[in-house]
């Protein structure tokens, strides 16, 4: 099965370019106020079809938010993330910029 970032199932924990240190998206998680590289984020195992990244702090993934599934809060990723793989982006992924 293909993964939403264009990857074969039995690849997930493993990021495309993920040795690239200047490869990175830190992003915020919606659980807890931990922010993350999600290129090096590990996929979780719940969702086969859809799956997400795991928080290194809090452990959760976004699987089970209730707007995951909603077709029109996906949207083509970032030509950056297209470089390393994924072809969508959940819109909760926002980037965040160290100021």
Known sequence: ?????????????STPGGDDES???????IYCPE???LMRAVWCGHAADLPSKICPRCGRCL???PMYRWSHL???APARLRR???KMLFVL???????
Do not use: L, N
């Open 93 to 99: 992924y926002t980037e965040w910029f160290d100021s």
């Open 74 to 76: 996906w949207h083509e």
């Open 35 to 37: 922010t993350f590289d």
């Open 84 to 86: 390393h793989g994924f």
């Open 63 to 65: 699987c089970d938010h």
């Open 23 to 29: 490869a990175r998206y830190v992003v915020g998680c």
């Open 1 to 13: 099965m293909i993964q939403p970032d264009g990857r074969k199932a039995d690849d997930r924990d």
